[in-house]
């Protein structure tokens, strides 16, 4: 057994030799192809680590230059962490408003407190909208925004203590929906206070019945204590485009904060079901069957009982953070700014454009002060598409925000009209001639001046606001116009002056960081509800189709 194990290891010991090689020439080669190989192997491997590390080392530094260029992009708005200096001017003009926002709210609490709205001139309150005190709701975010804190206090103290929702009104769905539920949410993300949480839940629940429809198309009017929905008699028992489209931002908001899914089924069941006839013109008409869900003939327009629809598509888009997950409602917008395209015509001989409606084949020339969102709409929507369609829709939307100007600039008192016409030669004449204190084009302009930095945005808001100020500013509050060529007055503070008006005036003015459109959202009422990123692509039902190839209210009533 030695022997065995002896003469075994010294076989294995001969490979070792290298007289061995040398006496078998084909092993040796082998041997040395086998290293060269083993050699190559390792070489390469050490070769691909050191050449995977540099290229991490450049991608990192790729980042952080690319972090770098993404800080100091101009996109029109300034950069939250930059330290940019405050300008005086603007700090001026924004304490002007804000003086404004306390006279017109100090005249509210001295004569109107806890009613719906302010009749100045008579110093007395009415309640326009069933008592659910419509301004003091509506009022919450500006005054919270606005740092007017002893205020707020006191309107939540009467949200808390004597905010009532089981009244014996016939309210419109639609304006409770976004002066309340919107109010009560807005003040909710900005405070955290369960408080407004909770009401908007209590007020949405009675307002959720009035989408038990075949279809799912809400009717328009319920009665807060006793339910029975219906639609007005006026509409011929059709439901309203704009009043049964634009509860999506506010009930898709507050089921993600209550995390009860029913909010938004009830309002994303809408979308869903237009959706399924939905013209590659992206254009519907003012009336919806409740029962079928299907358009009747009706006029199209962006202006009363049509536009906040249109917006509602973009917001919910912005609202879930643009994903998968609400892709559809940007696809359904960006057909409808194709149709919104085709309604555009110019005046002469200054150019103005303007959105005509359309009647069948039959375009009017006319356009609503209300229809003065677009520009806005269009400035925040045109970030969406790429460099060429985005240039083309920012340009339209400055060319809209000029003519919507002039419709202030064009009257004695520089205040706009309710509507306008546009004659060939004539430029534009004023339609109907109140003013109501309508917040449409100072959106737009705070758009504008968000998302291109042209101040030239700002100065055509302080004129405006300078106008108000001549001619709506009394003593006990602000009135509206029953003339804006006479300057005669009106008696009522409308509740979207303090909610709209004079909080996107009061931005136009402020850093971009208060209350950034990167974060926040507003609904129709101007109320910043936040962005919260959605992927629940299922839960809407609104699946994406084809792309194509290619008595008249305010959307916020008003009373004259």
Same mark, same amino acid.
């Given at each position: 057994?030695?022997?065995?194990?002896?003469?075994?290891?010294?076989?294995?010991?001969?490979?070792?030799?290298?007289?061995?090689?040398?006496?078998?020439?084909?092993?040796?080669?082998?041997?040395?192809?086998?290293?060269?190989?083993?050699?190559?192997?390792?070489?390469?491997?050490?070769?691909?680590?050191?050449?995977?590390?540099?290229?991490?080392?450049?991608?990192?530094?790729?980042?952080?230059?690319?972090?770098?260029?993404?800080?100091?992009?101009?996109?029109?708005?300034?950069?939250?962490?930059?330290?940019?200096?405050?300008?005086?001017?603007?700090?001026?003009?924004?304490?002007?408003?804000?003086?404004?926002?306390?006279?017109?709210?100090?005249?509210?609490?001295?004569?109107?407190?806890?009613?719906?709205?302010?009749?100045?001139?008579?110093?007395?309150?009415?309640?326009?909208?069933?008592?659910?005190?419509?301004?003091?709701?509506?009022?919450?975010?500006?005054?919270?925004?606005?740092?007017?804190?002893?205020?707020?206090?006191?309107?939540?103290?009467?949200?808390?203590?004597?905010?009532?929702?089981?009244?014996?009104?016939?309210?419109?769905?639609?304006?409770?929906?976004?002066?309340?539920?919107?109010?009560?949410?807005?003040?909710?993300?900005?405070?955290?206070?369960?408080?407004?949480?909770?009401?908007?839940?209590?007020?949405?629940?009675?307002?959720?019945?009035?989408?038990?429809?075949?279809?799912?198309?809400?009717?328009?009017?319920?009665?807060?204590?006793?339910?029975?929905?219906?639609?007005?008699?006026?509409?011929?028992?059709?439901?309203?485009?704009?009043?049964?489209?634009?509860?999506?931002?506010?009930?898709?908001?507050?089921?993600?904060?209550?995390?009860?899914?029913?909010?938004?089924?009830?309002?994303?069941?809408?979308?869903?079901?237009?959706?399924?006839?939905?013209?590659?013109?992206?254009?519907?008409?003012?009336?919806?069957?409740?029962? *079928?869900?299907?358009?009747?003939?009706?006029?199209?327009?962006?202006?009363?009982?049509?536009?906040?629809?249109?917006?509602?598509?973009?917001?919910?888009?912005?609202?879930?953070? *643009?994903?998968?997950?609400?892709?559809?409602?940007?696809?359904?917008?960006?057909?409808?700014?194709?149709?919104?395209?085709?309604?555009?015509?110019?005046?002469?001989?200054?150019?103005?454009?303007?959105?005509?409606?359309?009647?069948?084949?039959?375009?009017?020339?006319?356009?609503?002060?209300?229809?003065?969102?677009?520009?806005?709409?269009?400035?925040?929507?045109?970030?969406?598409?790429?460099?060429?369609?985005?240039?083309?829709?920012?340009?339209?939307?400055?060319?809209?925000?000029?003519?919507?100007?002039?419709?202030?600039?064009?009257?004695?008192?520089?205040?706009?009209?309710?509507?306008?016409?546009?004659?060939?030669?004539?430029?534009?004449?004023?339609?109907?001639?109140?003013?109501?204190?309508?917040?449409?084009?100072?959106?737009?302009?705070?758009?504008?001046?968000?998302?291109?930095?042209?101040?030239?945005?700002?100065?055509?808001?302080?004129?405006?606001?300078?106008?108000?100020?001549?001619?709506?500013?009394?003593?006990?509050?602000?009135?509206?116009?029953?003339?804006?060529?006479?300057?005669?007055?009106?008696?009522?503070?409308?509740?979207?002056?303090?909610?709209?008006?004079?909080?996107?005036?009061?931005?136009?003015?402020?850093?971009?960081?208060?209350?950034?459109?990167?974060?926040?959202?507003?609904?129709?009422?101007?109320?910043?509800?936040?962005?919260?990123?959605?992927?629940?692509?299922?839960?809407?039902?609104?699946?994406?189709?084809?792309?194509?190839?290619?008595?008249?209210?305010?959307? *916020?009533?008003?009373?004259?």
């Amino acid at each position: 057994m030695a022997r065995t194990r002896s003469s075994s290891l010294s076989t294995r010991l001969r490979y070792c030799n290298p007289a061995y090689y040398l006496k078998r020439p084909k092993r040796l080669a082998l041997l040395f192809i086998a290293f060269v190989c083993a050699t190559l192997m390792v070489w390469d491997r050490q070769s691909l680590i050191r050449e995977h590390e540099e290229e991490l080392f450049k991608l990192n530094d790729e980042l952080k230059h690319l972090r770098t260029l993404l800080e100091d992009l101009p996109t029109g708005r300034a950069s939250e962490k930059e330290v940019v200096p405050e300008d005086p001017i603007e700090a001026q003009r924004r304490e002007k408003v804000k003086d404004a926002m306390i006279h017109a709210w100090s005249s509210y609490e001295k004569y109107a407190w806890g009613q719906d709205e302010l009749q100045p001139q008579t110093k007395n309150g009415v309640n326009s909208f069933g008592g659910l005190g419509a301004t003091l709701v509506d009022s919450l975010d500006t005054l919270y925004i606005m740092g007017l804190h002893e205020q707020f206090q006191r309107a939540r103290e009467w949200v808390a203590t004597s905010l009532d929702f089981n009244k014996d009104y016939e309210a419109s769905v639609f304006e409770t929906t976004i002066r309340v539920v919107g109010g009560l949410l807005s003040a909710y993300d900005l405070t955290d206070d369960k408080l407004f949480l909770d009401k908007a839940r209590e007020i949405a629940d009675r307002l959720l019945p009035a989408w038990d429809t075949p279809s799912g198309i809400p009717y328009n009017i319920i009665n807060l204590a006793h339910g029975r929905p219906h639609n007005p008699s006026w509409t011929g028992g059709e439901s309203i485009l704009a009043d049964s489209g634009t509860e999506q931002v506010e009930f898709i908001a507050l089921s993600q904060r209550t995390g009860d899914p029913k909010y938004q089924q009830k309002a994303e069941k809408v979308i869903a079901q237009l959706n399924k006839t939905f013209p590659d013109d992206g254009l519907l008409p003012i009336y919806i069957d409740p029962d *079928k869900g299907t358009a009747g003939y009706a006029t199209i327009t962006f202006g009363a009982m049509g536009d906040s629809f249109y917006e509602y598509l973009l917001k919910v888009w912005i609202q879930g953070n *643009k994903t998968s997950a609400v892709k559809p409602y940007r696809d359904m917008w960006e057909k409808s700014m194709i149709g919104l395209s085709s309604l555009i015509r110019r005046t002469t001989p200054s150019s103005f454009a303007y959105i005509c409606e359309k009647n069948g084949n039959t375009l009017a020339n006319k356009m609503d002060e209300l229809a003065c969102f677009a520009p806005g709409m269009l400035a925040l929507g045109s970030f969406g598409y790429g460099p060429e369609e985005s240039k083309k829709f920012l340009s339209l939307a400055e060319e809209l925000a000029w003519t919507c100007y002039n419709f202030y600039q064009s009257t004695p008192t520089k205040l706009a009209g309710e509507n306008y016409f546009f004659n060939a030669g004539q430029d534009l004449s004023v339609g109907t001639s109140w003013n109501i204190l309508r917040p449409e084009t100072i959106e737009s302009l705070f758009y504008l001046w968000r998302l291109t930095g042209n101040k030239t945005y700002q100065e055509w808001g302080w004129n405006i606001f300078q106008a108000f100020e001549k001619n709506s500013r009394i003593d006990s509050g602000y009135v509206g116009l029953k003339d804006v060529n006479t300057g005669v007055k009106d008696n009522m503070m409308q509740s979207f002056f303090l909610a709209e008006t004079l909080k996107y005036l009061y931005l136009l003015f402020s850093p971009t960081s208060v209350i950034s459109l990167d974060e926040w959202v507003f609904n129709t009422e101007a109320h910043p509800l936040k962005i919260v990123t959605r992927h629940d692509d299922k839960s809407s039902g609104i699946k994406n189709r084809d792309r194509p190839n290619i008595k008249l209210r305010g959307r *916020k009533e008003g009373r004259p």
